[in-house]
């Protein structure tokens, strides 16, 4: 089965060794402003959740300049998970180029 087409409704009953992701997950990263005096952050913030029988997610991206909230579903081919683009949320329309089903990124 490949990763992006996987079933969303199976996810828990044919990988049920992904419910350990549920939760919340955050990563920042810090990089040089482009005129070198001091430094930007931008905080990632990953909330994977059961509903019904499929893990969903909502991905929260802050930073300088920077404001996204996405809505995803996770596949699963195994242990790992797919965080795959599902809809913006609160109206952010600066993502038209991602389409339902593009992976953004995978868990390992």
């Known amino acids: 089965m490949q990763p992006d087409?996987?079933?969303t409704a199976d996810?828990?009953?044919?990988?049920?060794?992904?419910g350990h992701w549920i939760g919340k997950w955050?990563?920042?990263e810090s990089c040089p402003v482009i005129d070198?005096?001091?430094?930007?952050?931008?905080?990632?913030?990953?909330?994977?959740?059961?509903?019904?029988?499929?893990l969903v997610a909502d991905?929260?991206?802050?930073?300088y300049m920077t404001l996204r909230?996405?809505?995803t579903s996770c596949t699963s081919d195994g242990s790992d998970?797919?965080?795959?683009?599902f809809e913006s949320r609160q109206g952010d329309q600066n993502l038209s180029h991602f389409v339902k089903g593009d992976?953004?990124?995978?868990i390992e």
């Not at 998970?81 to 683009?85: P, S």
């Open 81 to 85: 998970i797919n965080i795959v683009f």
């Open 5 to 7: 087409k996987a079933n």
């Open 11 to 18: 996810v828990l009953r044919a990988s049920p060794q992904i």
């Open 59 to 63: 991905l929260d991206i802050n930073g």
């Open 26 to 28: 955050e990563f920042v």
């Open 69 to 71: 909230r996405i809505h």
């Open 36 to 54: 070198n005096q001091g430094m930007e952050a931008v905080q990632y913030e990953l909330t994977i959740k059961r509903e019904n029988s499929k």
């Open 103 to 106: 992976v953004l990124f995978r």
